[in-house]
């Protein structure tokens, strides 16, 4: 795994900035979403989606309440994450701060890129979950000349975010791009609650127990009331 | 005073620990009073686990605020980060939060079934009027602490949620700017509001939610639980002086709670740990986002416990004002008309109709639809005194009254979900007509609780043994 260089990630931006000097607001009615794959018990799509995540997302986004040593509960080991994971200068107990100077990507971008830590839960509506609406405005870009990005997407009209990926894309398969950004999304889903599979588990033993509960106060209650007449 | 006790030597050291306190302290005195001699009618049904019950999740809410409080910063720049770090770095901070969170709409549903039950059974007639009152100031107390404590995770409905609301407010004449300035502490929503909710929601509100549920628990314990038969039980009693159809709280209720909160405990798990969003209702999605002045969300929905108050105050558009003003209109006349009185009090009738009418004409429908939404809570203080049925219960009312009560249900689920929803003209138009309904419902109470053929109430509550 391999971590874009410094001098790399400000080329990046400086591409990205050239395209957005008018950067457009969000706007309401892109297309309908498609269901995202569920891979949120799969520790390798989740390890996959974090480095999709830290290498590309990480540039110009941060996921300001999200620590890396965190990534210890999708399987990665302390070491492993020391050495393929951090941007520069991040120490393993830091949060993941963006590679970009958050004063310059304003000035960049027109509008500061949006924290991700929590943008699974936030992207949720009517239209499905947030991964859904994640994995579809990721394979949503199209080619549109008229934007200042030269990109546009379907999901999102007018979105102020260059298609980042599309170098990516390109040198896939659409099978293969589409298995890429399950993981990704499934990785932000995992990130907005690192928790929720533990979750789910003690929910199972705290509901089995509530059960066995019910049932012996059911079954006091029905001792002391049976001589009420 | 009582006579100091004095108990044999010989006796268990818990009795005489029992004996030492109760000459100090009445604490069996207390447990007989309402617990082991409290007499309450047999015959309770479903209905009647949603007091204790609401009293379990108030303890919830106040146990795991103070949680809370430990890790939470009231900072406008902090505040949003300090929930993720709950969630995420605490121990166990996601379960505090999400009980918390879950909390808040358990506290609504269980409150809404528990006044719906008082509504049903006639709980309000006398001589229960002042539990009543008690009731409806933890409803209103309550109401202020869910409010205020959405704000708290700074994401944007708790921010844009604040805002509106508390702008509502400027649309009182003359003092309202100043009002809405003085509640938010600045301009707009910011630092200085986030502080002020945050003593309100955790010092202030409670402490009078607490000091409310005290005398509503007192005041009921003096006159007795009413049941669904609406008899009063201290009319039949035995030898003793113990009502025939009561039974001692202790251990027979406390039992019967005891497997409602197994139960009630079973759901709320289920929510809290597969489910703590629900959907969007309890968590909303929105409010994943951080708070931000300058972008406003293309759509501002309440949480779904505020939702049929929040559609009182939208039905009020200036269209509406008219059909309003008709309607004051009307009630003058019909007053004037159909009601015996001397002339005095016809001439201020008429005198205060033309004066409301005047008003309502002069001021903006903005604040109608303030009154509207504070007047849709505030009538039902009133309901002991709009009430004119023979009966209490529902039982034993006439079966179109049974059918007027399931429309108001329905109502109030039609307007509590279109408060959800974004307006449009058919949504307007049946949140006017369910406004008007909710309204005319109580207002009319006086005159349509006393119509119809009612049935013979019995001497003795129905029970069946099981």
């Known amino acids: ?229 | 005073m009582a006579t100091f006790h004095e108990i044999s030597p010989n006796a268990s050291a818990g009795a005489k620990t029992l004996n030492w306190i109760d000459n100090r302290f009445p604490l069996s005195k207390l447990f007989k009073e309402h617990m082991s001699e409290y007499y309450a009618p047999k015959n309770f049904n479903f209905w009647y686990i949603f007091g204790s019950l609401s009293l379990l999740v108030l303890v919830i809410q106040i146990v795991t605020g103070i949680f809370l409080v430990m890790h939470y910063k009231p900072d406008a720049a902090l505040a949003f980060g300090s929930v993720e770090y709950i969630m995420r770095d605490v121990p166990w901070g996601w379960l505090i939060r999400y009980m918390h969170s879950t909390g808040a709409s358990a506290f609504f549903v269980v409150v809404y079934l528990h006044m719906f039950r008082g509504l049903m059974y006639g709980s309000y007639r006398k001589p229960r009027e002042l539990i009543w009152l008690f009731g409806c100031g933890i409803f209103l107390a309550l109401m202020a602490e869910a409010f205020m404590g959405y704000l708290l995770p700074w994401g944007q409905m708790s921010y844009w949620g604040a805002q509106v609301i508390v702008n509502l407010f400027s649309a009182i004449p003359l003092i309202g700017p100043d009002l809405a300035l003085l509640i938010r502490g600045d301009f707009v929503v910011g630092d200085a509001t986030l502080n002020r909710f945050f003593s309100f929601h955790v010092i202030a509100v409670p402490l009078v939610l607490l000091g409310l549920v005290v005398a509503h628990i007192i005041a009921l314990h003096e006159v007795g639980s009413n049941n669904p038969d609406g008899i009063e039980i201290k009319a039949n009693k035995d030898a003793n002086g113990i009502p025939l159809d009561g039974i001692p709280f202790h251990p027979y209720y406390s039992v019967h709670d005891v497997f409602a909160v197994s139960m009630f405990l079973f759901v709320f798990s289920a929510i809290v740990f597969f489910a703590p969003e629900m959907g969007g209702y309890f968590l909303e999605y929105n409010n994943f986002i951080p708070a931000d002045s300058f972008q406003t969300p293309l759509h501002i929905a309440p949480v779904w416990y505020f939702t049929p108050f929040y559609t009182l105050l939208r039905a009020v558009t200036s269209e509406m004002m008219y059909v309003l003003i008709a309607c004051v209109l009307a009630g003058a006349v019909l007053a004037v008309a159909k009601i015996r009185m001397p002339r005095l009090f016809k001439g201020a009738i008429v005198v205060g109709a033309l004066v409301v009418m005047a008003m309502m004409m002069a001021i903006d429908a903005k604040f109608w639809g303030v009154v509207a939404m504070g007047g849709g809570v505030v009538i039902l203080f009133f309901l002991p005194w709009l009430d004119n049925s023979p009966v209490k219960s529902i039982r034993y009312r006439p079966n179109w009254h049974k059918a007027l009560y399931a429309v108001f249900v329905i109502n109030f689920f039609v307007i509590g979900y279109l408060g959800t929803q974004p307006v449009s003209v058919i949504a307007g138009r049946v949140s006017q007509f369910g406004t008007l309904f909710y309204f005319g419902f109580f207002i009319l109470m006086p005159w349509w609780s006393r119509l119809g053929t009612f049935k013979e109430v019995p001497n003795r509550v129905n029970y069946t043994a099981h």
């Open chain 1, 1 to 229: 795994m391999k971590i874009m260089g410094f001098t790399q990630k400000i080329i990046l931006g400086m591409a990205m900035a050239l395209g957005l000097a008018g950067a457009v607001q969000a706007s309401e009615g892109g297309a309908a979403w498609d269901k995202a794959p569920d891979r949120i018990t799969d520790m390798a799509a989740l390890q996959n989606g974090a480095k999709v995540f830290v290498n590309y997302c990480l540039n110009c986004h941060s996921a300001g309440f999200m620590r890396y040593t965190r990534l210890t509960d999708i399987g990665l080991t302390q070491d492993q994450i020391k050495d393929n994971l951090l941007v520069t200068n991040s120490k393993i107990g830091d949060t993941m701060k963006a590679a970009i100077d958050p004063q310059q990507a304003k000035a960049w971008f027109g509008v500061n890129p949006p924290d991700l830590t929590v943008i699974a839960r936030s992207r949720a509506g009517a239209g499905g979950t947030g991964t859904d609406y994640l994995y579809s405005y990721m394979r949503g870009f199209y080619k549109d000349e008229t934007k200042p990005t030269g990109w546009n997407n379907h999901v999102f009209p007018n979105v102020a975010m260059p298609h980042v990926l599309w170098e990516m894309q390109a040198s896939m398969t659409p099978g293969e791009y589409d298995q890429t950004m399950g993981d990704l999304v499934n990785y932000l889903q995992w990130m907005a609650e690192p928790a929720q599979t533990t979750r789910k588990t003690i929910g199972m033993w705290v509901l089995l127990f509530l059960a066995g509960l019910t049932f012996l106060t059911w079954q006091l209650n029905k001792a002391y009331w049976k001589d009420v007449k």
